[in-house]
């Protein structure tokens, strides 16, 4: 009876303490078409109220359009045939952390700033295959095409 305790107690703190390294970035808000997620190498539809975390991948189907809303309430619309890798996401104000860093892969986004990019635009950082874009002002467009 005891070794099951220790073995439960071991396997919740590892289970919380994985929980715990992984941030929150956001969530879908909208979504019109199929898209899925890859989270932890596991691939999942794309769901309205769907959290994602720093270092998931979204991709948006050939009809599918998706919004992203972050904790910092930036706003993320993709466009159809579009992948967008969350490298980093960081809003803890409190301490100072405020940091978002994405990589578009290919597709569109739309992008509308929220707190990180009004008071730390300089931790904001957007990739594309040819460019990094700076966020110095609080709303852009992109498109990658295909190649």
Do not use: W
């Not at 929980?19 to 078409?33: F, I, P, R």
């Not at 919004?67 to 045939?81: A, H, M, Q, R, Y």
């Not at 009004?118 to 966020?135: C, H, K, L, M």
């Amino acid at each position: 009876m005891r070794y099951l305790l220790i073995i439960g107690m071991a396997v919740v703190l590892t289970v919380g303490s994985a929980m715990a390294e992984s941030q929150t970035a956001g969530y879908v808000k909208t979504l019109n078409g199929k898209g899925h997620v890859v989270h932890a190498r596991a691939v999942v539809p794309a769901q309205v109220g769907q959290i994602l975390y720093a270092g998931d991948t979204v991709c948006t189907g050939q009809d599918c359009c998706l919004g992203i809303l972050f904790e910092d309430d930036t706003l993320v619309s993709l466009g159809p045939n579009s992948l967008l890798e969350l490298k980093d996401y960081a809003f803890q104000p409190e301490s100072g952390l405020l940091t978002m860093a994405v990589r578009l892969m290919k597709g569109s986004f739309a992008y509308v700033s929220g707190i990180i990019g009004r008071f730390a635009p300089q931790n904001v950082r957007v990739e594309t295959p040819d460019a990094v874009i700076s966020t110095y002002g609080t709303r852009f467009l992109v498109k990658v095409e295909g190649k």
